[in-house]
């Protein structure tokens, strides 16, 4: 079973940039979600989508993220302009469905670096 | 609201002797709890998770983990390390409750194994 994909694994850009991240969950699985993780501190959940319904965006800062899961299967986070604090690593994750109170397979994560 | 604390940002530890990584809680709900690891440059994996039953719960690759509800912990525990386990230990808490799937991560505890 192929695990949950993420692209690019890498990004630099500058500040006041734009760029965007993409993630293909497991097979089948319903709910995907976006965490970003800065250096030395847990991962923290930007957004969590039921299929293409968003689920929970409380702590997405949407003046300059955007995220979208259009055909309920693969996603795109966006940035939009960057600022040196959005530095992380974001990581995507999915699970099998809501009230499934079990495992979130996540992403190898990607990495970005604002300068 | 939920949080996590990890009490050791790093633990040291000679190969083959014991590790206990400390995590504690708080929330007003009753919660399920998860124990994650993450290898360099690679996402989180799930080690072990306690949702009901039994307080001590059992993983992968050797590791387990005890709830103590009146101390609101869930210690993480392997009575011998291996190089291998070189990592970051994220501890992680969620609601019991159906939808609400929302990790809480702790800071992280950094495993280093010597030889």
């Known amino acids: 079973e192929a695990g949950v994909a993420q692209s690019p694994r890498y990004k630099i850009i500058e500040k006041r940039q734009s760029v965007a991240f993409w993630c293909n969950p497991i097979s089948g699985h319903a709910t995907l979600y976006w965490y970003q993780q800065i250096l030395g501190q847990g991962p923290k959940l930007l957004i969590q989508f039921q299929n293409n319904g968003v689920v929970d965006d409380s702590q997405l800062p949407k003046d300059r993220f955007s995220a979208e899961r259009l055909k309920g299967v693969d996603s795109t986070l966006k940035i939009q302009p960057a600022k040196l604090e959005d530095s992380a690593v974001y990581l995507c994750?999915?699970?099998?469905?809501?009230?499934?109170?079990?495992?979130?397979?996540f992403g190898p994560g990607t990495r970005l670096t604002v300068t | 609201a939920q949080s996590v604390t990890q009490l050791d940002s790093q633990v040291p530890v000679f190969e083959e002797a014991p590790v206990e990584l400390r995590c504690n809680y708080s929330?007003?709900?009753?919660?399920?709890l998860f124990w994650y690891v993450q290898y360099p440059n690679q996402g989180l994996q799930l080690l072990l998770k306690?949702?009901?039953?039994?307080?001590l719960v059992k993983g992968i690759n050797g590791f387990e983990a005890e709830f103590n509800k009146s101390q609101t912990s869930f210690h993480l525990r392997k009575p011998s390390v291996h190089i291998s386990d070189t990592a970051e230990y994220f501890c992680a808490v969620s609601d019991r409750v159906f939808g609400n799937e929302k990790l809480t991560f702790g800071t992280g505890t950094r495993l280093t194994i010597i030889p």
């Open positions: 994750a999915s699970s099998l469905a809501r009230g499934y109170a079990g495992e979130q397979y």
């Open positions: 306690y949702l009901s039953g039994s307080t």
């Open positions: 929330s007003s709900v009753s919660v399920y």
